[in-house]
């Protein structure tokens, strides 16, 4: 959502509440214009964080993003991501789980493997060129545990998703690293819930 959307919606909720609350107490706004700004600007401060972080992937709300072609990622995503080559020069597949933290502001991407190994977004944004058109852009660090980087050094890279469907039904992306690596991925299988980590991510019921 960019920064127009944001500024039409926050007034739109101002102007709501005025009226809700000049129409449950009967008052003039005129009489305590002081006490109505400052009365209902906390409200919507409050009301527009809570929306921001989770209330516009819930209930009804959660209609009003897809009417609005605004995907709904958050959650662990699960799938299959294929290699060109590893560090001996082979090509090949492993089991990947995304972990998507979504607002409606802003979004953050973290990813897991059993090798172990794990990365993490340092910027990441959904790109809406169109409304059938949408695209999970980031750039990651990615690090092995300490004790198990001999093989795996860290190392940056950036992944590019097309978001496919509304509600979203998979994410099919590329991605290439700083090492020269590159690849595929496909994501299919959903969870509402967010994985802290690999063990929590494979436990997980997907659909």
Known sequence: MNDKQKIKIFIALYAVVIFLTYFVTGKSIDENLFRWISGSTSFVVIAWSAYDKWAWRMWVFKYVARFLHIPILHGTWKGKLKYERDQ??????????????????????????????????????????????????????????????????????????????????????????DRKGAGTVVLDKYSSVLAENFEDAEQLEYS
């Open 88 to 177: 001996n020069g082979s090509s090949g597949e492993v089991d990947i789980y995304v972990a998507i933290n979504q607002t409606l502001s802003s979004v953050s991407v973290r990813s897991f493997f059993k090798k172990p190994s794990a990365s993490k977004s340092i910027t990441a944004m959904i790109e809406m060129e169109e409304p059938d058109r949408k695209k999970l852009v980031y750039i990651y660090k990615s690090e092995a545990p300490y004790g198990k980087r001999d093989s795996n050094r860290p190392h940056d890279g950036a992944s590019v998703f097309n978001i496919v469907g509304n509600p979203v039904k998979k994410l099919l992306g590329s991605y290439f690293t």
